[in-house]
């Protein structure tokens, strides 16, 4: 399985332009995220998601967009990019549908290092 | 508002020590514990995850503990090898409905040889 899969690696954008992060997962889970990891702050949660037609905001959700079509994949906007922007964003799924899977793990992409100038 | 805190912010041992990593939360009312890896450049690898009903997991030589009731919860790493050094990360997941992972900043471990 190729679990969590995140692209690009690397993306430098200039302030004022847009992109999308991709993720995809092929474990058939019911829920995915974004978080964004800078120093200092830890990680904290953009958008989530807990099935297909179906998102919700995190902590820090203001300057990005999600939208959730199937259950693989979960795409990220940043629709007018912002030095603020800056960061490691992980995208991350597990297991939602039922009362048991409370208790699954959190499993993470490797990354994406966006860099806004 | 529940606070993960992670103390000490880095840590440095020669190899084949005993360690243990420090993970406190404010609030008790928590569906469980996980821990986490993280390598330089690298995303989030699950270690081990505690139920709230759960005292400890145990995964080869790692050992996490769990009390819910003080808000602590430890990562017991045995005879440690320089493949160990990575940064270790905790969150809890609180058990109001619709709330995501509540991470700690992390202990930097480095493991000299």
């Known amino acids: 399985n190729a679990g969590v899969t995140q692209t690009p690696k690397f993306q430098v954008l200039k302030t004022g332009q847009s992109m999308t992060l991709q993720c995809a997962q092929d474990?058939?889970?019911?829920?995915m995220s974004w978080y964004r990891q800078d120093p200092g702050m830890g990680l904290r949660l953009i958008h989530y998601?807990?099935?297909?037609?179906?998102?919700d905001q995190g902590e820090v959700p203001n300057g990005y967009n999600v939208s959730r079509s199937t259950t693989e994949d979960f795409p990220l906007r940043l629709l007018s990019a912002a030095p603020s922007q800056t960061s490691v964003y992980f995208c991350?799924?597990?297991?939602?549908?039922?009362?048991?899977?409370?208790?699954?793990?959190?499993?993470f992409g490797n990354g994406t290092r966006l860099t806004v100038t | 508002k529940q606070e993960v805190t992670q103390i000490p912010a880095a840590l440095s041992v020669p190899e084949g020590e005993n360690l243990v990593l420090n993970c406190s939360f404010t609030?008790?009312?928590?569906?469980?514990l996980q821990w986490f890896r993280q390598d330089p450049g690298k995303g989030l690898t699950s270690l081990l995850l505690?139920?709230?009903?759960?005292r400890e997991q145990t995964s080869g030589r790692l050992n996490a503990s769990l009390d819910k009731s003080s808000g602590r919860s430890t990562l017991y790493i045995a005879a440690s090898q320089p493949g160990d050094s990575a940064t270790y990360l905790c969150?809890?997941?609180?058990?109001?409905?619709?709330?995501?992972?509540?991470f700690g900043k992390g202990t930097t471990l480095s493991v000299s040889s």
């Open positions: 998601s807990v099935g297909a037609g179906i998102t």
């Open positions: 609030d008790s009312a928590i569906y469980n």
């Open positions: 505690i139920q709230s009903s759960q």
């Open positions: 991350a799924s597990r297991r939602q549908k039922t009362k048991t899977s409370y208790n699954s793990p959190l499993h």
């Open positions: 969150a809890v997941r609180p058990s109001q409905a619709g709330t995501a992972l509540i």
């Open positions: 474990m058939n889970h019911e829920y």
